[in-house]
C-alpha cells in the first residue's frame, strides 16, 4: 500500500468507528498518526512518503516496536542518528501513540493499546456474510452475462460481505476475468488442473475482496481430435446408462480403451479424423453426440467443484472459440508481416522476442490451441469489456501464454498489456495411498477416509459430532488444499499424505483444529459468559483489561489482516494469506494457558472471550478467503 488513507481527520480521542472507519483499516489510522508525528517535526517529508515509512511489526536488535521507522529512507540532509533523536525529544503521547525510542538511524513507536483494541475489535465486529441471495448478484457480476449460464455459488460458501473487514476498494468496480481449472473432457484431471482450480478460486475470491468485479471462467479442453477417438470409442465400448451416471469417468474407461486398440489399428484414427473434420464442419449427428458428452461431464465436474467449494460463472471452451473469429485473427495477423507460411501450414515468427515459432494453422487447414486462444480472447474483450484477464495455467505452458500475448499485442490491441498468466509448478507423486488414482474425486476421497479415521480415534469427541461424514470430508479438502498452497505457487511439491492430514505442523487440519477450537470457548462459556450483541461491544467491555503480551501479540495480528489482503494482491500468491493463518493460529494456540476465560472475574472473561472471538472472525475470513469452509466442530 502504498497511499496514505483518504485524509482521515484524527479525532482527539479515538472514538467508536463510524462508517469512515470501516474502509480505513483501523491499524492504518495509527499508522497516519505516526505519519503526521513525523511530518510536524521534518515538514521536508511528504506525508505520503512518512506513512510509507511507518512499518509495522519490524524489530531491532535489542529494540522493538509495534511501528518501525527507518529513518535513512528520507533521504534528508540531516543525519539520520541525529533526526532520531530529534523526534524522540519531540514525542508527546497522544491518543493514538503512547511511546516511541530510537535505536541509531531507526524509531521504534508503540501504539496506545486500548485505542487499538477499541478500533480492531469494533471493526471486526461489523463483518457480515453475504446471503444465498445476495451471493446471486455477485454471480451475475457481469451484466452482459445471462444468470442461466451461471452456477450458483455453493450453499455452504459464504463470501465476505463487501465493506467487511479484511475487504478493501482498491479494486473499485474493475472487472476481471479469473479463466481457472479448465480441464480437458476424456482425460484426467491431472495435478495441474488441480492446482489451478484451487489458486484460480483463491484469486478470484482475493480479487473480489479487493473490490473487483470477478468472472470466474472455466475454459474447458472440449474440442478437438480426441472427440474423434472418443466417438469411435463409444460406437463399440458405450453404454448411455454409465454415461448419464457419471460421464467423466465413462469417457475416459471408453478413451483408454479405444487409444489401446489404436496403438495397432490405423483406421480408428483415419475415422476419428473424419469424425473431427465433421465437427468442426458442423454436422449435425457429430456435433449432436460430441455435445451431450460435453454437457454430461459439467454435470459431473459440477458436483466436484461444489464439493471443492468452488463455482463458475461461465463454462466456456476450446469449441465455444468461433470459426470466424479466429479466421479474422488470422486474417489480421497476416497484415503484421510475422506470419510465414510453411509447409503448407501458417507460422508465426516470434524468434524476436524470444519466443521461437509457432504453428497457428495446420497443413489440412483445422484450428490449433494457440489460435483459438488468441480468437477467444478477442470474443472475450468484445462481449465483457475486462479491464483485466487472468489465466491460471501451470508453468509448462509458460512458452504457450507468452506466445499469444505477444501475437494480441502486435495485432495492436491495447487490452493485450492487461493479460496475465498466473503460473505454478508441478505436483509429484498425486495418487491414493495404494498409487491408484487418476481422478480427483478418488484423492478427495481418500483424503476424507483419512480424516474419517483420524476423528474416530478420540471417541467422545466423534460421538458429538453432527455428521461426520461431511466433517471428513471438508477435513480431508481443507488437507489438499491447504498443502498446494502453502509454500510459493512456482515451487513444485511433493503429495505428501501423512504429512498434510497431519493435525501438527502448518497444515489444513490444524487450520481447522485452531477454528473449531475458537468456536467452543463461545459455546462452552455460555450461559454464564456470553458476549452481548455487536453493536454494544466496544462500549460494554472494558479492553484495558487485556494487557497480557499474548493478548497483545494477537490483536496486533488481527490489526495487519487488512494489509495482508491488500498485499496478496501485489504477490498473487495464496501462501501470503496461509502464512498470515498459520501466524495467527499460533499465537491463538499457546494463549489457551495464559488468557484463560473460565473461572475468571466476569469483566476479564467477557475481554478475553471478545478478543478470541474476533480471532475466529479474522480466520474464518482469511480461510474462506482460501475457499475453505471453517468448522465449527470436530
Ligand atoms: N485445457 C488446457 C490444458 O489442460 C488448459 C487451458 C489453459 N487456458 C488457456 N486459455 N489456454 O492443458
Not at 489458486?199 to 474447458?220: C, D, H, Q, S, T
Not at 478413451?255 to 496403438?263: A, F, L, P, S, T
Not at 463454462?315 to 506470419?339: M, R
Not at 493463518?581 to 499457546?590: K, M, T, V
Request: charged residues 25%; aromatic residues 10%.
Amino acid at each position: 500500500m502504498s497511499t496514505v488513507p483518504p485524509s482521515f481527520p484524527l479525532p482527539a480521542e479515538p472514538s467508536i468507528p463510524d462508517e469512515h472507519v470501516t474502509s480505513t483499516p483501523a491499524l492504518d489510522l495509527f499508522k497516519l498518526a505516526a505519519a503526521e508525528f513525523i511530518v510536524a517535526q521534518i515538514p521536508e517529508v511528504s506525508l505520503d512518503k512518512a506513512f510509507e515509512g511507518v512499518e509495522s511489526g519490524k524489530t531491532g536488535k535489542n529494540v522493538s516496536g509495534d511501528f518501525t521507522v527507518a529513518i535513512p529512507r528520507f533521504r534528508l540532509k540531516a543525519k539520520p542518528n541525529e533526526v532520531a533523536e530529534q523526534l524522540v525529544a519531540a514525542f508527546q503521547p497522544t491518543a493514538y501513540l503512547a511511546s516511541i525510542k530510537a535505536n541509531g538511524a531507526f524509531v521504534y513507536i508503540n501504539v496506545q493499546t486500548t485505542a487499538l483494541y477499541k478500533l480492531v475489535l469494533a471493526q471486526i465486529n461489523t463483518q457480515t456474510y453475504l446471503t444465498p441471495d445476495e451471493s446471486h448478484s455477485v454471480v451475475d457480476a457481469f451484466e452482459q452475462l445471462s444468470l442461466k449460464d451461471a452456477d450458483l455459488p455453493p450453499a455452504g460458501l459464504s463470501l465476505l460481505k463487501k465493506n467487511g473487514y479484511g475487504t478493501n476498494k482498491s479494486g473499485d468496480g474493475k472487472k476481471i476475468i479469473v479463466e481457472f481449472s479448465s480441464p480437458n473432457i476424456a482425460k484426467p484431471f491431472h495435478a495441474g488442473h488441480l492446482r489451478s482450480t484451487i489458486i484460480g478460486a483463491f484469486l478470484a475470491n482475493l480479487y473480489e475482496a479487493n473490490g473487483y468485479k470477478v468472472l470466474r471462467m472455466n475454459y474447458l479442453g472440449d474440442w478437438g481430435k480426441q472427440f474423434g477417438i472418443l466417438a469411435v470409442g463409444f460406437e463399440r465400448y458405450g453404454s448411455e446408462a454409465e454415461l448419464e451416471k457419471d460421464a467423466i469417468t465413462h469417457l475416459y474407461d471408453v478413451y483408454v480403451k479405444i487409444n489401446r486398440d489404436g496403438e495397432s489399428d490405423e483406421s480408428i484414427h483415419d475415422r476419428a479424423r473424419e469424425f473431427f473434420v465433421k465437427m468442426e464442419a458442423g454436422d449435425e449427428q457429430a456435433v449432436g453426440l460430441w455435445k451431450k458428452f460435453r454437457d454430461l461431464s459439467i454435470v459431473k465436474y459440477k458436483e466436484t467443484y461444489a464439493r471443492l467449494n468452488i463455482y463458475f460463472d461461465l463454462y466456456s471452451g476450446e469449441s465455444q472459440v468461433s470459426g470466424e473469429s479466429q479466421a479474422k485473427a488470422l486474417e489480421q495477423l497476416q497484415g503484421t508481416g510475422i506470419v510465414e507460411e510453411s509447409e503448407g501450414a501458417l507460422v508465426v515468427d516470434l524468434k524476436k522476442y524470444k519466443l521461437e515459432k509457432t504453428v497457428v494453422r495446420k497443413k489440412d487447414g483445422t484450428s490449433v490451441y494457440i489460435t483459438r486462444d488468441i480468437g477467444g480472447a478477442v470474443e472475450r474483450y468484445n462481449k465483457f469489456h475486462f479491464d483485466k484477464m487472468v489465466y491460471v495455467v501451470a508453468s509448462q505452458q509458460d512458452l504457450h501464454l507468452a506466445q499469444f500475448f505477444k501475437v494480441l499485442d502486435l495485432m495492436g490491441y491495447p487490452w493485450a498489456k492487461t493479460l496475465q498468466h498466473v503460473n505454478f509448478g508441478m505436483v509429484q507423486g498425486m495418487s491414493t495411498r495404494k498409487g491408484t488414482a487418476v481422478f480427483l474425486e478418488q484423492i478427495l476421497d481418500e483424503s476424507k477416509r483419512v480424516m474419517h479415521e483420524v476423528m474416530q480415534k478420540n471417541e467422545a469427541k466423534y460421538n458429538a459430532i453432527e455428521d461426520p461424514e461431511y466433517t471428513s470430508d471438508k477435513l480431508g479438502i481443507t488437507a489438499v488444499k491447504v498443502q498446494d498452497m502453502a509454500g510459493k505457487r512456482i515451487n513444485n511439491y511433493e503429495f505428501k499424505w501423512e504429512r498434510m492430514t497431519s493435525f501438527e505442523g502448518d497444515t489444513g487440519p490444524y487450520l481447522q483444529y485452531a477454528h473449531v477450537r475458537l468456536s467452543s470457548v463461545e459455546r462452552k462459556n455460555a450461559p454464564e459468559i456470553v458476549l452481548p450483541p455487536p453493536s454494544d461491544r466496544a462500549t460494554a467491555i472494558d479492553v484495558s483489561l487485556l494487557q497480557e503480551p499474548k493478548a497483545r501479540e494477537i490483536l496486533l495480528l488481527l490489526s495487519e489482516y487488512p494489509n495482508v489482503v491488500r498485499s496478496a494482491l501485489k504477490s498473487l500468491e495464496p501462501s501470503t494469506i496461509c502464512t498470515f493463518a498459520f501466524r495467527l493460529c499460533h499465537a491463538i494456540s499457546s494463549a489457551w494457558e495464559v488468557l484463560l476465560v473460565r473461572g475468571q472475574p466476569r469483566e476479564v472473561a467477557l475481554a478475553r472471550l471478545w478478543l478470541y472471538v474476533s480471532a475466529k472472525d479474522v480466520l474464518g475470513s482469511a480461510m474462506r478467503l482460501l475457499t475453505l469452509e471453517p468448522l465449527e466442530r470436530m
